[in-house]
């Protein structure tokens, strides 16, 4: 198949002839990739923590520093006398340190245990009415003792409007960069039909289908998204650990990693970049097809 | 004796849209199978648009096409491509790709059509020996006469065994002799039952072959070499 290799390899040529044309095509593809894979992983930690944090309706109630194990324990009696509170569960300083070890990985917390153990006793307080979440927590922190009350919850609460915020901000991003890709693309591709004129124009004299004319400038769309599909894995692969780590200096969480997800969005990122790509290719083509002979050339 | 009919124009008109012009006027035109046929008329004639109609490059505005046994007028345009590997096509300024060789050139057309590489390599040489240019396989068009590049058009046209050939000025671009010698291996080849039509500003050439003239003016036939019709012209 020399001569479909020989369109295919000047495809490739033309690729780079057209350079700022084809950079232009991967760089939009690849801006509304990247920006996918972004809200996907924010979506997909925003609603883990959302989950971890604020479905639990119970808030973390953390004891001075300096009480004994004796004194906190009984402060237990003071959180449950306070209006609006079902429950108070004692947690003990190692079963607290447990717990985090299980939800941010063991490396951490090795020298943090007893004696070691930063952490306070608490309790795990369960709320009867949340919608006097505010008010109850100002009660608590009116005993004596109590040194401060998680605000997860309500972190949690912001992040999910802010992230569902982003999201519909994204998703219209992306449509309008996956809009512009498909323009951009298809000029690309024309341009390289243009290139080729004169070849296309023997191809059908000689009695070549429409679809075999097609094929060599469907693979340089379906290149384009291939490209941009991997450059934009590559990308999220070497940007989220860094944003995840520095977010993590913030809010402490086991968040979810890119590595974890790679495969499915790898996958769905060529599906999508082979999709646009031959799409794109797909409307300048059959444009250009109808013309015959002379009309192909401008003679 | 009546033969087959490969072409047969039936009162067919065509005004190209873009500016209005009547290029062919109610023309009426029976080519049998086996036939030699020169075309001959003035710059402006209708000549190319004749041949146009007969590849399907243009449509008629009126009138019915049969080529081959294929009713053109109402050929959807997927099948287009069924009926050109019917015909083999021959270009006054050759067409050749240039940054193939005379081999890759011809075997192009099978190429395209989708023919297997085992079937080009045996094909492709005999066509270029039936040529004569069994020795520039691997040349470029560049480096070759206009007579030779002639000649690989011709070969292009042929690899793929069409019932038809069509060949418009075809000699246009190329010196006296050279052109005697193209007509002269189109003759050969419609001997071997390839029917062949040559669109030819060069009257002495048409006078040496003998063959049937049809010659167009302003859009009409205007004279016949084998229609009785015309004969008291
Ligand atoms: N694609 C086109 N669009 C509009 N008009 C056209 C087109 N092709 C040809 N014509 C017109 O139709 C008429 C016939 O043209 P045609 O090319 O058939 O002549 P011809 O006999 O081949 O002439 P020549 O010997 O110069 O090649 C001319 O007036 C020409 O200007
Ligand atoms: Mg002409």
């Known amino acids: ?299 | 004796m009546k033969g087959i009919t490969m072409i047969e124009f039936k009162n067919v008109s065509k005004v190209y849209d873009s500016n209005g012009v009547h290029a062919l006027d109610k023309v009426s035109i029976n080519i049998q199978k086996g036939e030699f046929v020169f075309i001959v008329g003035s710059s402006g004639a209708g000549k190319s648009t004749f041949l146009k109609l007969i590849m399907r490059e243009e449509q008629p505005t009126s009138g019915t096409i049969v080529v081959n046994g294929m009713h053109l007028e109402k050929m959807p345009r997927r099948k287009v491509p069924y009926l050109r590997r019917t015909m083999g096509i021959v270009f006054q300024d050759f067409r050749l790709i240039s940054k193939m060789t005379v081999y890759e050139n011809v075997a192009f057309a099978m190429r395209c059509v989708g023919k297997k590489n085992d079937v080009i390599k045996k094909r492709v040489p005999y066509i270029l020996e039936l040529v004569g240019l069994g020795d520039k396989a691997k040349d470029h068009p560049s480096e070759l006469s206009g007579g030779e590049q002639q000649r690989v058009s011709l070969a292009r046209a042929l690899v793929n065994n069409p019932a038809l050939i069509i060949a418009d000025e075809p000699t246009g671009n190329i010196d006296p002799e050279m052109s005697y010698e193209i007509i002269q291996l189109l003759s050969e080849i419609n001997k071997r039952g390839t029917t062949v039509l040559v669109v030819t500003h060069e009257h002495e050439l048409v006078k040496s072959f003998g063959k049937r003239v049809i010659t167009i003016d302003d859009g009409r036939v205007v004279s016949d070499s084998d229609d009785e019709r015309y004969v008291a012209i």
């Open chain 1, 1 to 299: 198949m020399s001569s479909f290799g020989y369109l295919i390899k000047e495809g490739f040529k033309n690729l780079f002839h057209n350079r700022l044309m084809t950079l232009a095509s991967l760089g939009v593809l690849i801006s509304c990739l990247v920006l996918t894979g972004s809200a996907v992983m924010l979506t997909v930690n925003v609603s883990n923590i959302v989950d971890s944090v604020g479905d639990n309706n119970s808030t973390k109630v953390f004891l001075d520093d300096n009480l004994t194990e004796l004194e906190a324990v009984y402060k237990g009696k003071e959180l449950k006398a306070l209006d609006n509170i079902v429950d108070a569960q004692f947690v003990d300083k190692d079963d607290a340190i447990q717990a985090y070890r299980e939800q941010l990985g063991e490396a951490v917390f090795a020298n943090m245990t007893g004696d070691d153990n930063p952490l306070p006793y608490s309790f795990n307080v369960t709320m009867d009415d949340l919608s006097r979440y505010d008010e109850t927590v100002n009660a608590i922190k009116g005993v004596s003792g109590v040194a401060s009350v998680s605000s997860h919850r309500e972190v949690a609460q912001k992040l999910a409007s802010l992230s569902s915020f982003i999201t519909t901000m994204s998703l219209w991003i992306i449509l309008a960069l996956a809009i512009i890709s498909l323009f951009i693309i298809s000029n690309t591709i024309r341009m390289t039909m243009f290139a080729h004129r004169f070849e296309i124009s023997i191809m059908k004299s000689v009695g070549a289908t429409n679809a075999f004319v097609r094929v060599p400038f469907i693979v340089e769309g379906v290149i384009i998204g291939l490209v941009s599909a991997a450059a934009s894995v590559g990308i999220l692969y070497l940007l989220s650990d860094g944003v995840i780590n520095s977010v993590q200096s913030i809010l402490n969480f086991r968040y979810t990693r890119f590595t974890e997800i790679i495969w499915p969005v790898a996958g769905a990122f060529c599906a999508a970049g082979v999709l646009v790509g031959a799409l794109g290719s797909a409307v300048s083509i059959s444009r250009s097809l109808k013309h015959e002979g002379n009309e192909i050339l401008g003679w």
